[in-house]
């Protein structure tokens, strides 16, 4: 397909070609849409026939090196709307998708990744004092402390009980491992299907929590601190020091419903 892209350039001599000739076919491509990744493809098939026009002695520079892309496309990311979490809080009895409609809310109004709550161990939730401790990723959002908003306190409370005795983990399989994120966000698929909301992943759950901390007036450096962000890593741990409460409290201020 890429090569095919490269049409006008069938009947010319490799020796000939230099980075401008390969720029106008990537460009080409960008002007009609071509996402950057299609870019990249044509560039890499460039590169190729470059390293091998090198190895039979015919160029002795691979042009392709110094061909320029488009910029990335920002991500489609949205928000769920105050409809779509009402519609989720109404799913959290279903018999089959409850379980599923809970966790979407705890992701929701904890703005935890779907990994992170799926790995939550049981001795780091400290529920009396209203959270828990979790993250992944980055060094910012490794081992933080994440607040239970008091809306979603009961589904801990009843994962926890569930759990008695039993694995380590907050949410585990019934081997006693961390469930399988792909069987979980299968099942969030099904819920959203089945709520006809369209668009959005776990990943969307995040963006909401987010969204509504931001708008809910709490301060940037306790929304970063509480999702575990790692563009102010240094800022938030040289000039801000939110202790656990301060955390806690904030997320309550937050009228969801």
Known sequence: NAYNKAEPLHRRRIAELKTE??????????????SRSLCEKQRQLFSQLCQYAIH????HTNYATALSLPSPSAPKTRVLSAAEVSAIWGMVC???LG??????????????????????RRDDVHLAEGYLIGGEKTEAGRRRVIPIHPDVRSFVTDWLAAGAGGSPYLLASRYGLPRDHNN???????????LGIQGVTPHTCR????????????PPEVVKQILGHADIATTLN?????DTALLVANLEKIQWR
């Open 184 to 194: 979980v966000r299968k099942s969030f698929g099904s819920l959203m299907q089945k």
């Open 21 to 34: 000739d390969y720029q106008a076919i990537i460009q080409q491509i960008a002007d009609a849409g071509g």
């Open 238 to 242: 040289i000039y801000t020091h939110p």
């Open 94 to 96: 279903d018999p089959r």
């Open 56 to 59: 039979q002695d015919i160029i």
């Open 99 to 120: 379980e599923t409609a809970k966790i979407a809310l705890v992701l929701v109004y904890t703005g935890m990744r779907l990994n992170e709550l799926l790995t939550v």
């Open 207 to 218: 963006h909401t929590a987010a969204t509504k901390m931001a708008a809910s007036g709490l």
